[in-house]
């Protein structure tokens, strides 16, 4: 997944929109096989997911100066309600894209995010 990723930074370049991202991503995940739900509804909650990858990895595109800690928030939001393991947040504003691992918290303090 992150190959793909780094492949489309490097076609795009820093500065396009999350949308084009998550479109050239969708093309790139159709040659290659591999299954995903994208803008994915989660269970009536208003939140809609980036992309879900084989129902196993939550991928959420960012296209801004910096990630905050509301995005970390989001993403184990969307990792308690679903109950997977990984999600990654790609910020493609940065000039070498570094995706971040973000792994679903199993303590009592999970109940902060859903």
Do not use: W
């Not at 208003?46 to 801004?64: A, T």
Request: hydrophobic fraction near 35%; charged fraction near 30%.
């Amino acid at each position: 997944m992150t190959g793909i990723c780094f492949e489309a930074h490097n076609e795009l370049g820093r500065y396009s929109r999350e949308k084009q991202y998550g479109d050239l991503i969708e093309k790139k995940l159709i040659a290659v096989h591999i299954p995903y739900k994208r803008e994915y509804n989660i269970k009536n909650t208003g939140n809609i997911i980036d992309f879900l990858i084989d129902n196993k990895i939550i991928i959420e595109l960012k296209s801004k100066r910096f990630i905050g800690r509301d995005d970390y928030y989001q993403i184990q939001r969307y990792l308690q309600i679903l109950n997977i393991k990984l999600g990654m947040i790609i910020n493609f504003r940065n000039r070498y894209l570094k995706p971040i691992r973000i792994i679903r918290i199993d303590t009592d303090i999970k109940n902060k995010f859903v």
